[in-house]
């Protein structure tokens, strides 16, 4: 049974400010979440902080990220994200999300948008973990086990390319649970996305990204390249890393790890299987106009092997290095935009 979604109206609250005291654990440092431990803390003394009830929503503890809090419904007591935008900035960084068919499961949705005087809180379903997390515990992930998820992995962009939108951003952190189980995967988010004003034309000049996932092509200063290729490439990054528990291309120097990157060093172990190292490769390739396309990976013969997955065409689906980081540090260097040029 599938559930049709539909565009989440915004609700106008005039006065959307916190008035509830509630007691929190302190500040944890510099560690996020996924380096907390197992057990619960013990914290020598709490301190006050301010909870936000927006109708019939209360926003509880912060989040890994900047405005991100966990929110709880008052009535159901189900609980969801809340990202937290400026009111007159929320359309523009929410657009790639009206973009998308909202019968896309493999894509996080709004479920609600609430309006205040400065802020705007949009509403999404929780998860139950990231990607990166999961790969970093596992070290790494079995063949059969990857197989799936990076198939639903290959969906959400795959989706997202067919609507115009390049993702630029694309990592195994932008992957999150749907499930206890950990098997069934979503995109979170879309804020850090680019909206092609002609999905025919994927053509880029911005430099944004992750170090380690970042394309050959978007290293080279001034050069436009092809945004849906430069995510195909973000795409082998992430299997190899899911396969092997490290990146393809590390360095502790980023200049050194952008010229690894820029000459393709990289090797593939004989550890899995030829089909998945032959994906890999066309995946990875320095040539963009070469790398597999996401409806072209969701065909290729890996994913037919010893699997019932299944490839819709588009007209179908409308009808229907170094080892993964213990310590995630974020800095200057953890992405690379315009201001941040490579020592080549």
Excluded at 267 to 296: F, G, M, Y
Aim: proline share 6%; charged share 30%; hydrophobic share 35%.
């Amino acid at each position: 049974m599938s559930v049709r979604r539909t565009r989440p109206r915004p609700i106008i609250i005039p006065n959307a400010r916190k008035n509830v005291d509630l007691q929190t654990p302190p500040h944890l440092g510099n560690l996020t979440p996924d380096l907390q431990p197992n057990s619960p803390p013990v914290f020598p003394c709490a301190t006050q902080h301010e909870v936000a009830r927006l109708g019939q929503y209360i926003l509880t503890e912060p989040l890994d990220g900047e405005d991100v809090y966990q929110a709880v419904n008052i009535h159901t007591h189900e609980k969801f994200i809340c990202k937290v935008y400026d009111i007159h900035a929320y359309r523009q960084q929410l657009r790639a999300y009206w973009s998308v068919d909202y019968d896309a499961d493999c894509i996080n949705h709004i479920t609600e948008i609430i309006l205040g005087e400065t802020k705007a809180y949009a509403f999404f379903e929780k998860n139950f973990g990231d990607l990166h997390t999961h790969v970093r515990n596992e070290r790494k992930l079995k063949e059969r086990e990857a197989k799936k998820l990076f198939a639903q992995i290959v969906r959400a962009v795959q989706r997202c390319h067919e609507n115009g939108i390049v993702l630029r951003d694309l990592k195994l952190r932008k992957f999150v649970f749907q499930d206890e189980l950990r098997k069934k995967l979503k995109l979170e988010g879309l804020e850090d996305s680019f909206v092609l004003e002609d999905e025919h034309d994927d053509s880029m000049r911005d430099k944004h990204g992750c170090p380690a996932y970042v394309s050959p092509e978007i290293l080279c200063a001034n050069t436009p390249y092809s945004g849906k290729a430069a995510d195909m490439w973000s795409l082998g990054v992430i299997l190899y890393t899911m396969l092997f528990g490290r990146y393809p291309f590390h360095d502790t120097e980023p200049s050194a790890l952008f010229r690894k990157i820029l000459r393709g060093q990289y090797n593939v172990p004989e550890t899995v299987s030829s089909k998945a190292r032959c994906l890999i490769r066309s995946l990875l390739r320095q040539d963009p106009s070469e790398r597999l396309t996401a409806d072209e990976v969701l065909r290729h013969p890996w994913f037919r092997t010893g699997s019932t997955f299944t490839v819709l065409q588009r007209s179908e689906r409308k009808n229907l290095d170094q080892e993964v980081p213990d310590v995630y540090v974020e800095s200057d260097e953890d992405d690379v935009d315009d201001d941040f040029a490579p020592g080549l």
